[in-house]
């Protein structure tokens, strides 16, 4: 039997259409989904430039924590790409994929052709640029993990000195 063709639609739907994914492996933290929030409502057009990618059933495959914050902005609609004909596998494939954050900064490029304090508005953490970006206050780098706790089983951020 021949497998059918993916291809794709880009269309506006109503977010009440949309599913979220249990099967997520990500999860955002409150701190981070009101930056979040906060970007989407400094630069809207990222809801067009960072599309939602959905399969044939609406379920969410990128963009999950995107459409939490629309929806508690109370917004609507918003722009998707539908998926048609991915394998549950190629599906599960692409949520891990589409999670992992490969690359590292060019600290150069950054440095160089960037403002700092437009990268600290605009979320990107100091530690992922090698330190401090520009304020010269430590020479320290930290490494962040995260922690669960026992009791309530709510998920912490926490950064250590590697110095």
Known sequence: ???????????VMPIKELVHNERNPRYIKSKKH?????????????????????????????GDKR??????????????????NLTEAQKDEFI?????????WDSDIIANQFDPQKLQDWGVPSFKLGGDLGGGESEKQYK???????????HFELSESEN
């Open 67 to 84: 459409v939490y914050a629309l929806e508690e902005m109370d917004y609507v609609e918003v722009t998707v790409k539908q998926v048609f």
């Open 34 to 62: 009101q930056e979040l929030m906060k970007s989407l409502k400094e630069f809207p057009e990222m809801k067009l430039l960072r599309e939602i990618i959905v399969d044939e059933n609406n379920l969410i495959l990128a």
């Open 144 to 154: 962040n993990h995260e922690v669960t706790c026992p009791n309530c089983g709510e």
């Open 1 to 11: 039997m021949a497998t059918k063709e993916v291809y794709t639609e880009i269309k």
């Open 96 to 104: 891990v994929k589409d999670n992992i954050h490969n690359g590292e």
